[in-house]
């Protein structure tokens, strides 16, 4: 397995254990249809928009670079860089909850209101695209694209830890590092908690610029933002923003929920949708140089595989349909027509036409149920 996939292993692991622990052995409420949309979120378009991050980046880097950190020592070079990637990063947050169009794409994040691990890895299709201008900078200034993408999966390990239900305050470390204590201030629903500490792993940004909150409210509160309820379908929960912030009057329907589907029904079809993301992460990495129709294909597939599951999320009957089509789509074209011999391919794609199959013959799915009763076990 590649090291590019790897990260997204760990990441599941991590966040289906920590739920585990909460429900089974903490004895707490989990809500499983949300950690499925966590995880559904924008994990896969999101992965196309980061290869497109990593090639501007590329890009940058090597026509561009002023070569200021020419001749640096390899340690200075990456002390500098886990500083400066750290500070854009702050900036780049602060400005996604002062700028209407950036907040477009940052609210799907702070619409989650359950507080763990997989709220770290909730977000908009389109996040990695607004990073871009911020960490070009680091191109500019000479930081080679290998410590780049090696500092930013450190942070963004860091971000996701930040994200747990199950750590206390950390002592020391709290003066230095951000730390969940510190980030459950930031997704508490009031804006006066939710408009302070915006480091990503370093909490002294916030204090040398006037952000920093260092606890939660002595009051009774929530997680989340105000006004709509957030859209379980991944496509709508990314693209309902923008318009709003155009002010379109537009909004899909509500009604018609037809049925609604078991917890373990969900979460089993999003843990087969992410084996085959793997399996394409670990065969094309970011693979935008040299690209072609069957993995554009595959892509498309697997980004359209998350919206029929956020379809079925919400009980929507056409989302049935959709995964069926998906999943015998994959099966059939990739198994059949191009012949992939890997066994890995089969026994997953395989699977997932199966599950999907299972789900179309009623399995996992009970009917004309309210579309605001909730089951999350």
């Not at 966040?15 to 909460?22: C, H, K, Q, R, S």
């Not at 370093?202 to 006004?227: H, M, N, Q, R």
């Not at 037809?258 to 970011?286: E, H, K, N, P, W």
């Amino acid at each position: 397995m590649s090291d590019l996939a790897m990260p997204i292993v760990f990441m599941l692991f991590v966040v289906v254990g920590e739920a585990g622990v909460l429900q089974w052995v903490q004895r707490q409420r989990v809500n499983w249809h949300d950690v499925v949309f966590n995880l559904n979120s924008g994990h896969i378009m999101l992965w196309l928009f980061r290869g497109l991050e990593i090639t501007c980046y590329g890009y940058v880097a090597a026509h561009f670079s002023l070569g200021l950190l020419d001749g640096w020592p390899p340690l200075l070079m990456g002390l500098f860089a886990l500083l400066a990637w750290d500070f854009g990063f702050y900036w780049l947050h602060r400005l996604h909850h002062y700028l209407r169009v950036l907040w477009a794409v940052h609210v799907v994040h702070h619409q989650g209101e359950h507080f763990n691990l997989s709220l770290g890895v909730r977000n908009s299709w389109y996040s990695s695209l607004t990073s871009i201008p911020f960490f070009l900078l680091l191109a500019l200034v000479g930081v080679p694209l290998t410590v780049f993408v090696t500092v930013s999966i450190l942070h963004y390990s860091i971000q996701l830890f930040n994200h747990n239900a199950l750590t206390p305050r950390l002592g020391v470390l709290e003066k230095i590092l951000v730390t969940p204590a510190h980030h459950r201030v930031h997704h508490v629903k009031d804006p006066a908690y939710s408009n302070k500490n915006f480091g990503g792993s370093f909490i002294f940004w916030d204090k040398l610029f006037g952000t920093f909150c260092p606890s939660l409210p002595e009051t009774p509160f929530a997680y989340g933002v105000g006004g709509d309820k957030a859209c379980a379908n991944p496509f709508w929960a990314s693209n309902l923003p923008f318009l709003r912030y155009f002010r379109l009057a537009w909004r899909p329907t509500t009604a018609n929920v037809s049925f609604r589907c078991s917890a373990f029904s969900l979460f089993s079809g999003a843990m087969l949708l992410f084996t085959l993301v793997i399996g394409y992460v670990d065969q094309y990495g970011y693979g935008y140089a040299d690209i072609h129709w069957p993995q554009m294909a595959l892509l498309a597939l697997l980004a359209l595989g998350s919206v029929a599951l956020g379809g079925m999320s919400e009980g929507r009957g056409w989302a049935i349909v959709a995964w069926l089509l998906v999943t015998l789509g994959i099966v059939l074209l990739f198994m059949g027509y191009l012949g992939w011999p890997q066994r890995y391919w089969h026994i997953t794609m395989a699977a997932t036409a199966l599950h999907a199959l299972c789900v179309a013959l009623g399995w996992g799915r009970k009917v004309a149920l309210a579309p605001e009763e909730e089951t999350d076990g």
